[in-house]
């Protein structure tokens, strides 16, 4: 009878803290770049420069990359497959606003299964100055959900996003 009162309740600790749990993730950073609007957009269209800048790209230069359909286009895919640092998955681009916004869906195959919407967002703030935004976001599932009580997506991305754009600034900066 005492198994079964225990059982009990550790499914009803699971059920609680499943309820609790924050159901979404949503992270974003952001840089000025001393380039022209235009030119950053044209850059961060094509899923092959963001193996210049991605800081995942320097964690596993050996990476396995294929892409597929036309890179700078909806539709472009970028798969990969790494070290445990990078894990394996595929990026597709899903919509292209020109000259402002590039959409994609991030599917995520190893360490585990997940699914996010990523984007890169240009914003002009002078005729040489362009804020570029980087986020993704996406829903927590259980149990994975229950993790994001003990951790923040935002703390264990943001950084990668903060490393990512200063490596852009500076490739766009210098050429």
Do not use: C, H
Request: proline content about 3%; glycine content about 8%; cysteine-free.
């Amino acid at each position: 009878m005492l198994i079964l009162y225990i059982v009990l309740a550790i499914a009803a600790l699971l059920l609680l803290l499943a309820a609790i749990a924050p159901k979404n993730y949503n992270v974003s950073r952001s840089i000025e770049i001393k380039r022209p609007k235009g030119v950053v957009f044209e850059y961060l269209k094509f899923l092959k420069n963001q193996d210049e800048w991605s800081p995942w790209a320097k964690r596993d230069p050996n990476m396995e990359k294929k892409f597929t359909g036309t890179d700078g286009e909806v539709g472009g895919i970028n798969y990969w497959k790494g070290n445990k640092q990078v894990g394996e998955g595929e990026q597709e681009i899903t919509k292209i606003v020109e000259g402002k916004r590039i959409e994609s869906e991030l599917r995520f195959l190893k360490p585990f299964k997940s699914t996010s919407d990523a984007y890169l967002e240009t914003i002009e703030v002078g005729s040489d100055r362009t804020k570029v935004i980087w986020g993704f976001s996406g829903k927590n599932v259980f149990p994975m959900s229950i993790m994001m009580l003990f951790m923040s997506m935002d703390k264990a991305v943001g950084k990668d996003f903060e490393e990512g754009l200063a490596s852009l600034k500076e490739i766009l900066e210098n050429n």
